[in-house]
C-alpha cells in the first residue's frame, strides 16, 4: 500500500467540519485528516482516492447526495465510478455507484475508518 497524503488541514478546518457534520463520523476518520487534507492510497489491487477535508460539503452537494442518498455522505471514491460514503446513522462506510447512486444501492464495507483500508488492502482485484 503507498499513501500520498496532502498536507494536513488547520486546527480551524477540523473544528469546523465537525461542528458542521450533523452525523456520525466513522472511528478513526478524523485522526486520519488530522494528518492529511486528503489522499491518494494505492493498494495492489484498488485505489482509493480520499477528498480534502475542505472540500467534502461543497463535494457532496455538487453530486447532489442529498437528493440521491440523503442518509449518506461522500468522503471520496475508486478514482472511478464507485463513491464511498459514511451513513449518518451508524458512522460506518459503504460503497455505492456515482451512477444510480441510492441508498438502496449501498453495500457495507466498514463500520470504521481502519476497518476500510484493511478491506481494500484484502480486496480482489475489480477488473477480474
Given at each position: ?44 489491487n484498488t485505489y482509493l482516492l480520499l477528498w480534502p477535508l475542505t ?45 444510480g447512486m441510492s441508498s438502496k444501492e449501498a453495500i457495507l464495507v ?19
Amino acid at each position: 500500500m503507498n499513501i500520498y497524503k496532502n498536507p494536513p488541514p488547520s486546527k480551524t478546518d477540523i473544528e469546523e467540519f465537525i461542528s458542521n457534520a450533523t452525523f456520525k463520523l466513522p472511528a478513526g476518520y478524523i485522526e486520519f485528516l488530522e494528518e492529511s487534507n486528503g489522499a491518494d492510497i494505492c493498494f495492489d489491487n484498488t485505489y482509493l482516492l480520499l477528498w480534502p477535508l475542505t472540500d467534502l460539503f461543497f463535494l457532496n452537494q455538487e453530486y447532489d447526495v442529498e437528493v440521491f442518498a440523503p442518509n449518506f455522505f461522500l468522503i471520496g471514491s475508486d478514482g472511478g465510478d464507485t463513491a464511498y460514503a459514511i451513513s449518518k446513522k451508524t458512522g460506518y462506510i459503504y460503497e455505492m455507484p456515482f451512477i444510480g447512486m441510492s441508498s438502496k444501492e449501498a453495500i457495507l464495507v466498514s463500520n470504521d475508518f481502519n476497518g476500510l483500508l484493511r478491506k481494500l488492502a484484502t480486496s480482489p482485484n475489480k477488473d477480474n
